[in-house]
Protein backbone atom coordinates (compact mmCIF):
# COMPACT_ATOMS: atom_id res chain seq x y z
CA UNK A 1 0.00 0.00 0.00
CA UNK A 2 1.24 3.17 -0.65
CA UNK A 3 1.81 5.96 1.76
CA UNK A 4 0.76 9.71 1.15
CA UNK A 5 2.05 12.70 3.05
CA UNK A 6 -0.76 15.60 3.97
CA UNK A 7 -0.81 18.78 2.16
CA UNK A 8 1.20 21.24 4.73
CA UNK A 9 -0.85 23.22 7.09
CA UNK A 10 0.82 26.37 5.34
CA UNK A 11 1.91 27.34 2.20
CA UNK A 12 5.74 27.95 3.94
CA UNK A 13 6.87 29.83 0.20
CA UNK A 14 3.84 32.05 0.52
CA UNK A 15 4.86 33.32 3.91
CA UNK A 16 8.20 33.59 2.59
CA UNK A 17 8.44 34.00 -1.06
CA UNK A 18 12.32 33.85 -0.96
CA UNK A 19 12.35 30.11 0.15
CA UNK A 20 11.44 29.57 -3.33
CA UNK A 21 14.83 29.83 -4.42
CA UNK A 22 15.98 26.39 -1.89
CA UNK A 23 12.87 24.49 -3.11
CA UNK A 24 14.25 20.85 -3.29
CA UNK A 25 12.96 17.57 -2.60
CA UNK A 26 13.49 14.61 -0.77
CA UNK A 27 12.40 10.45 -1.17
CA UNK A 28 10.61 9.29 1.77
CA UNK A 29 11.03 6.20 1.67
CA UNK A 30 8.40 4.58 4.16
CA UNK A 31 9.90 1.27 5.20
CA UNK A 32 7.26 -0.93 6.65
CA UNK A 33 7.44 -4.35 7.89
CA UNK A 34 7.46 -6.92 5.10
CA UNK A 35 8.72 -9.93 2.94
CA UNK A 36 11.04 -7.96 -0.04
CA UNK A 37 12.88 -9.93 -2.55
CA UNK A 38 16.01 -9.67 -3.85
CA UNK A 39 15.35 -7.41 -6.79
CA UNK A 40 13.40 -4.81 -4.20
CA UNK A 41 14.52 -1.84 -2.67
CA UNK A 42 14.49 -2.53 1.42
CA UNK A 43 15.57 -2.24 4.56
CA UNK A 44 16.73 -5.07 6.81
CA UNK A 45 15.78 -7.33 3.64
CA UNK A 46 18.14 -9.53 1.16
CA UNK A 47 20.84 -8.29 -0.50
CA UNK A 48 21.65 -8.88 -3.99
CA UNK A 49 25.42 -9.75 -3.25
CA UNK A 50 27.50 -11.57 -5.74
CA UNK A 51 28.61 -14.86 -4.11
CA UNK A 52 32.04 -14.62 -5.27
CA UNK A 53 32.54 -11.32 -3.76
CA UNK A 54 33.76 -11.32 0.08
CA UNK A 55 30.93 -9.51 2.05
CA UNK A 56 31.70 -6.47 4.21
CA UNK A 57 33.44 -7.05 7.69
CA UNK A 58 34.69 -4.77 10.76
CA UNK A 59 38.31 -4.98 10.59
CA UNK A 60 38.78 -2.04 13.99
CA UNK A 61 39.79 -3.52 17.12
CA UNK A 62 37.08 -3.77 19.72
CA UNK A 63 35.63 -6.23 21.84
CA UNK A 64 33.40 -8.00 19.76
CA UNK A 65 32.65 -11.00 22.08
CA UNK A 66 29.94 -10.37 24.12
CA UNK A 67 26.12 -9.32 23.40
CA UNK A 68 22.62 -10.45 22.20
CA UNK A 69 21.83 -12.68 19.75
CA UNK A 70 19.98 -10.83 16.05
CA UNK A 71 17.85 -14.16 16.72
CA UNK A 72 16.61 -13.46 20.26
CA UNK A 73 16.85 -9.35 19.17
CA UNK A 74 13.54 -10.02 16.27
CA UNK A 75 11.90 -12.77 18.59
CA UNK A 76 12.00 -10.22 21.51
CA UNK A 77 10.09 -7.26 19.32
CA UNK A 78 7.98 -10.54 18.11
CA UNK A 79 6.81 -10.61 21.53
CA UNK A 80 6.01 -7.24 22.04
CA UNK A 81 4.39 -6.78 18.92
CA UNK A 82 1.79 -9.45 20.49
CA UNK A 83 1.43 -7.20 23.68
CA UNK A 84 0.64 -4.48 22.29
CA UNK A 85 -1.64 -5.86 19.42
CA UNK A 86 -3.22 -7.56 22.38
CA UNK A 87 -3.50 -3.91 24.36
CA UNK A 88 -1.43 -1.38 24.33
CA UNK A 89 -1.71 -0.52 27.92
CA UNK A 90 -2.17 -3.80 30.02
CA UNK A 91 1.53 -4.50 29.35
CA UNK A 92 3.20 -8.08 29.16
CA UNK A 93 2.16 -11.38 30.62
CA UNK A 94 4.27 -12.93 33.41
CA UNK A 95 4.90 -16.08 30.94
CA UNK A 96 5.60 -13.07 28.03
CA UNK A 97 7.69 -11.03 31.10
CA UNK A 98 10.20 -13.87 31.78
CA UNK A 99 10.47 -14.50 28.15
CA UNK A 100 11.92 -11.10 27.57
CA UNK A 101 14.00 -11.50 30.22
CA UNK A 102 15.90 -14.39 28.63
CA UNK A 103 16.02 -12.86 24.99
CA UNK A 104 17.22 -9.90 26.59
CA UNK A 105 20.25 -11.72 28.21
CA UNK A 106 24.03 -11.41 26.75
CA UNK A 107 25.85 -14.30 25.31
CA UNK A 108 29.55 -14.54 25.00
CA UNK A 109 31.32 -16.26 22.31
CA UNK A 110 34.18 -18.56 22.97
CA UNK A 111 37.30 -17.89 21.64
CA UNK A 112 36.01 -14.25 19.67
CA UNK A 113 39.39 -12.44 19.15
CA UNK A 114 38.80 -8.13 19.24
CA UNK A 115 40.38 -8.12 16.05
CA UNK A 116 38.46 -10.77 14.36
CA UNK A 117 36.38 -9.70 11.18
CA UNK A 118 33.53 -9.08 12.08
CA UNK A 119 30.46 -9.44 9.68
CA UNK A 120 28.44 -6.21 9.06
CA UNK A 121 24.73 -6.08 9.03
CA UNK A 122 22.78 -5.70 5.79
CA UNK A 123 21.03 -2.00 6.67
CA UNK A 124 19.88 -0.99 3.26
CA UNK A 125 19.45 -1.57 -0.18
CA UNK A 126 18.22 1.06 -2.78
CA UNK A 127 17.43 0.72 -6.46
CA UNK A 128 17.82 4.31 -8.61
CA UNK A 129 14.59 2.77 -10.37
CA UNK A 130 12.39 3.23 -7.11
CA UNK A 131 14.31 6.41 -5.82
CA UNK A 132 13.78 9.51 -7.21
CA UNK A 133 16.51 11.59 -5.36
CA UNK A 134 19.00 8.65 -5.25
CA UNK A 135 22.31 10.41 -6.85
CA UNK A 136 23.89 8.84 -9.58
CA UNK A 137 26.13 6.22 -8.45
CA UNK A 138 29.82 5.64 -10.15
CA UNK A 139 30.35 4.08 -13.42
CA UNK A 140 26.66 3.69 -13.65
CA UNK A 141 26.15 1.67 -10.85
CA UNK A 142 22.15 1.58 -9.49
CA UNK A 143 22.55 -0.10 -6.92
CA UNK A 144 23.27 1.37 -3.35
CA UNK A 145 23.64 -1.43 -0.35
CA UNK A 146 24.58 0.25 3.21
CA UNK A 147 26.13 -1.62 5.82
CA UNK A 148 27.03 -1.32 9.45
CA UNK A 149 29.20 -2.37 12.07
CA UNK A 150 27.04 -3.85 15.46
CA UNK A 151 28.69 -2.56 17.83
CA UNK A 152 29.88 1.13 18.90
CA UNK A 153 33.56 1.49 19.16
CA UNK A 154 34.96 2.73 16.48
CA UNK A 155 37.54 5.75 15.57
CA UNK A 156 38.45 8.33 16.07
CA UNK A 157 36.47 9.14 19.30
CA UNK A 158 36.28 5.03 20.15
CA UNK A 159 32.32 4.87 20.92
CA UNK A 160 31.18 6.31 17.17
CA UNK A 161 29.41 3.74 14.80
CA UNK A 162 31.23 2.28 11.67
CA UNK A 163 29.07 2.52 7.96
CA UNK A 164 30.26 1.06 4.83
CA UNK A 165 28.73 1.68 1.15
CA UNK A 166 29.13 -0.65 -1.70
CA UNK A 167 27.81 1.09 -5.02
CA UNK A 168 27.39 -1.64 -8.09
CA UNK A 169 25.07 -2.29 -11.23
CA UNK A 170 22.69 -4.63 -10.26
CA UNK A 171 22.85 -6.10 -13.70
CA UNK A 172 26.09 -8.05 -13.56
CA UNK A 173 25.37 -9.88 -10.24
CA UNK A 174 24.72 -13.33 -11.50
CA UNK A 175 25.52 -16.16 -8.74
CA UNK A 176 24.06 -14.41 -5.71
CA UNK A 177 25.60 -15.64 -2.05
CA UNK A 178 22.89 -17.74 -0.45
CA UNK A 179 23.83 -17.30 2.95
CA UNK A 180 25.51 -13.96 3.94
CA UNK A 181 27.33 -14.34 7.07
CA UNK A 182 25.86 -12.49 10.36
CA UNK A 183 27.35 -11.84 13.78
CA UNK A 184 26.78 -14.26 16.40
CA UNK A 185 25.96 -11.22 18.78
CA UNK A 186 25.18 -7.62 18.46
CA UNK A 187 26.19 -4.67 20.85
CA UNK A 188 22.89 -2.44 20.41
CA UNK A 189 19.97 -4.04 19.71
CA UNK A 190 18.78 -0.53 17.83
CA UNK A 191 21.46 -1.72 15.22
CA UNK A 192 19.29 -4.94 13.86
CA UNK A 193 16.99 -4.13 11.42
CA UNK A 194 13.61 -6.00 10.92
CA UNK A 195 13.19 -6.60 7.24
CA UNK A 196 10.77 -3.53 5.74
CA UNK A 197 9.66 -3.12 2.30
CA UNK A 198 9.71 0.52 0.82
CA UNK A 199 7.10 2.70 -0.70
CA UNK A 200 9.26 5.75 -1.85
CA UNK A 201 7.08 8.90 -2.07
CA UNK A 202 8.74 12.45 -3.78
CA UNK A 203 8.03 15.08 -1.70
CA UNK A 204 9.13 18.88 -1.46
CA UNK A 205 11.56 20.01 1.36
CA UNK A 206 13.30 23.27 2.42
CA UNK A 207 16.89 23.57 4.38
CA UNK A 208 17.20 23.57 7.67
CA UNK A 209 16.49 27.21 9.10
CA UNK A 210 19.70 27.73 10.94
CA UNK A 211 21.71 27.03 7.05
CA UNK A 212 18.98 29.79 5.23
CA UNK A 213 20.11 33.62 4.84
CA UNK A 214 20.96 35.13 8.24
CA UNK A 215 17.91 37.63 7.43
CA UNK A 216 15.11 35.13 6.12
CA UNK A 217 16.36 32.43 9.08
CA UNK A 218 16.00 35.27 11.09
CA UNK A 219 12.27 36.28 10.55
CA UNK A 220 11.05 33.01 10.17
CA UNK A 221 12.24 32.07 14.14
CA UNK A 222 10.36 35.83 14.94
CA UNK A 223 7.17 34.11 13.07
CA UNK A 224 7.57 30.77 15.36
CA UNK A 225 7.70 32.87 18.09
CA UNK A 226 4.99 35.17 17.36
CA UNK A 227 2.86 32.01 16.97
CA UNK A 228 3.90 30.79 19.92
CA UNK A 229 3.20 33.48 22.26
CA UNK A 230 -0.26 33.29 20.47
CA UNK A 231 -0.71 30.21 21.74
CA UNK A 232 0.09 30.38 24.85
CA UNK A 233 -2.58 33.53 25.34
CA UNK A 234 -5.35 31.06 23.96
CA UNK A 235 -4.19 28.25 26.17
CA UNK A 236 -3.75 26.27 22.86
CA UNK A 237 -2.56 22.86 24.30
CA UNK A 238 -1.62 21.57 20.37
CA UNK A 239 1.75 22.67 19.32
CA UNK A 240 1.77 25.61 16.82
CA UNK A 241 2.64 24.91 13.27
CA UNK A 242 6.71 25.24 13.15
CA UNK A 243 9.35 25.35 10.27
CA UNK A 244 11.30 22.73 11.75
CA UNK A 245 8.68 20.44 12.18
CA UNK A 246 6.12 20.97 9.91
CA UNK A 247 7.45 23.16 6.69
CA UNK A 248 10.92 22.29 5.92
CA UNK A 249 12.45 17.98 6.56
CA UNK A 250 10.49 15.65 6.69
CA UNK A 251 11.45 13.17 9.58
CA UNK A 252 12.09 9.56 8.49
CA UNK A 253 13.98 7.20 6.12
CA UNK A 254 14.27 9.49 2.89
CA UNK A 255 16.81 9.93 0.40
CA UNK A 256 18.54 13.43 -0.62
CA UNK A 257 17.08 16.56 0.17
CA UNK A 258 18.63 18.64 2.99
CA UNK A 259 19.91 17.13 6.54
CA UNK A 260 18.40 18.50 9.89
CA UNK A 261 21.06 19.82 12.32
CA UNK A 262 18.65 20.12 15.27
CA UNK A 263 20.77 18.10 17.85
CA UNK A 264 24.67 20.09 17.08
CA UNK A 265 24.93 23.22 15.13
CA UNK A 266 25.32 22.82 11.36
CA UNK A 267 29.07 22.19 10.88
CA UNK A 268 30.97 21.60 7.56
CA UNK A 269 30.70 17.91 5.96
CA UNK A 270 33.29 18.00 2.94
CA UNK A 271 35.01 15.05 1.57
CA UNK A 272 37.64 13.93 2.94
CA UNK A 273 39.25 12.99 -0.22
CA UNK A 274 38.76 16.07 -2.67
CA UNK A 275 37.53 18.84 -0.26
CA UNK A 276 34.27 18.86 -2.06
CA UNK A 277 31.17 19.99 -0.25
CA UNK A 278 29.37 17.08 0.41
CA UNK A 279 25.49 16.30 -0.31
CA UNK A 280 22.42 14.55 1.78
CA UNK A 281 22.88 10.73 0.29
CA UNK A 282 21.02 9.22 2.90
CA UNK A 283 18.72 9.29 6.07
CA UNK A 284 18.37 6.93 8.81
CA UNK A 285 15.46 7.76 11.28
CA UNK A 286 14.38 5.88 14.73
CA UNK A 287 10.69 7.44 13.74
CA UNK A 288 9.01 7.93 10.71
CA UNK A 289 6.80 10.64 12.38
CA UNK A 290 7.44 12.92 15.57
CA UNK A 291 7.53 15.83 17.24
CA UNK A 292 5.58 19.32 16.46
CA UNK A 293 2.21 18.55 15.03
CA UNK A 294 2.61 15.23 13.78
CA UNK A 295 1.92 16.79 10.28
CA UNK A 296 3.92 14.27 8.61
CA UNK A 297 1.93 11.44 9.22
CA UNK A 298 1.04 9.31 6.28
CA UNK A 299 -2.89 9.70 5.64
CA UNK A 300 -2.90 5.29 5.04
CA UNK A 301 -2.14 5.38 9.19
CA UNK A 302 -3.16 8.44 10.87
CA UNK A 303 -5.44 7.13 13.80
CA UNK A 304 -2.85 4.32 13.93
CA UNK A 305 -1.16 3.76 17.17
CA UNK A 306 1.84 5.55 17.06
CA UNK A 307 4.33 3.55 18.16
CA UNK A 308 4.20 0.11 16.20
CA UNK A 309 3.01 1.89 13.22
CA UNK A 310 5.72 5.37 13.55
CA UNK A 311 8.81 2.85 14.47
CA UNK A 312 8.46 -0.09 11.82
CA UNK A 313 12.17 -1.00 11.33
CA UNK A 314 13.43 -1.69 14.99
CA UNK A 315 16.32 0.75 13.70
CA UNK A 316 17.23 3.08 16.49
CA UNK A 317 19.56 5.58 16.37
CA UNK A 318 21.72 7.56 19.23
CA UNK A 319 19.05 8.54 21.31
CA UNK A 320 16.32 7.77 19.41
CA UNK A 321 17.88 10.07 16.34
CA UNK A 322 18.50 9.87 12.57
CA UNK A 323 21.70 9.62 11.11
CA UNK A 324 22.18 11.52 7.86
CA UNK A 325 25.09 9.87 5.61
CA UNK A 326 26.53 12.43 3.07
CA UNK A 327 28.19 11.56 0.38
CA UNK A 328 31.05 13.40 -2.42
CA UNK A 329 28.90 14.97 -5.55
CA UNK A 330 32.26 15.00 -7.57
CA UNK A 331 33.15 11.20 -7.18
CA UNK A 332 30.47 8.68 -5.62
CA UNK A 333 33.10 6.62 -4.78
CA UNK A 334 34.93 8.34 -2.37
CA UNK A 335 34.03 7.62 1.47
CA UNK A 336 31.03 8.66 2.97
CA UNK A 337 30.72 10.83 6.15
CA UNK A 338 27.86 10.84 8.56
CA UNK A 339 26.61 13.02 11.59
CA UNK A 340 24.12 11.59 14.15
CA UNK A 341 21.32 13.98 15.43
Known sequence: MKRTTPTRPLDVEELFPELAAHRGTTTRLHPRPGRPGLSESSVGGPMLWPADEPWPVCTEVHGRGRGRRPADIRRKREVMA??????????????ERRLVEELEREHHVPGASESDPLPMIGVAQLYARDVPDLPAGPDGADLLQVFWCPFDAHRPTGYSMLLHLRWRRAAEVVDVLASPPQPEVVGYEGYVPDPCAL?????????????????????????????????????????????????????????????????????????LTCATPMRLLLTVDTSEWDGGSGSWTPLE??????????????????????LNVFACPGDPAHPPRWSIQ
Open 82 to 95: VAEARDPYQGLTEE
Open 199 to 271: HPEQVVTYPFAGLLPEDLCARIYAWEEALEEEAEEREDEADPVAYQYDLSIPPGWRAGGYASWHLTDPYPMDC
Open 301 to 322: EQGSRPRPASVPTGVVVGNHGE
